[in-house]
């Protein structure tokens, strides 16, 4: 049986419950990885910082010439 399948056989009492249970996880794992980072000195610098900024692609938006109808 696959996973979902499994899911959907539980009440649907039980399915907010595990619901509640993965979304409150997440966001304790939110919490605790920002002071993690912190505590460990895993902190990104300024260096690292540019070094993404670098790395990511730029979007340059450009003007349209014509009728603004035309899609």
């Known amino acids: ?13 039980t399915r907010v419950g595990v619901g509640l249970g993965l979304l409150a ?6 919490q605790l ?12 610098t300024e260096e690292d910082k540019a070094a993404l900024a670098k790395a990511l692609p730029r979007i340059t938006t450009v003007e349209r010439r014509g009728d603004d109808n035309q899609r």
């Open 1 to 13: 049986m696959s996973l979902l399948r499994s899911f959907r056989n539980l009440s649907p009492r």
């Open 25 to 30: 996880w997440g966001a304790i794992g939110l």
């Open 33 to 44: 990885s920002d002071r993690a980072e912190e505590r460990y000195g895993l902190k990104p």
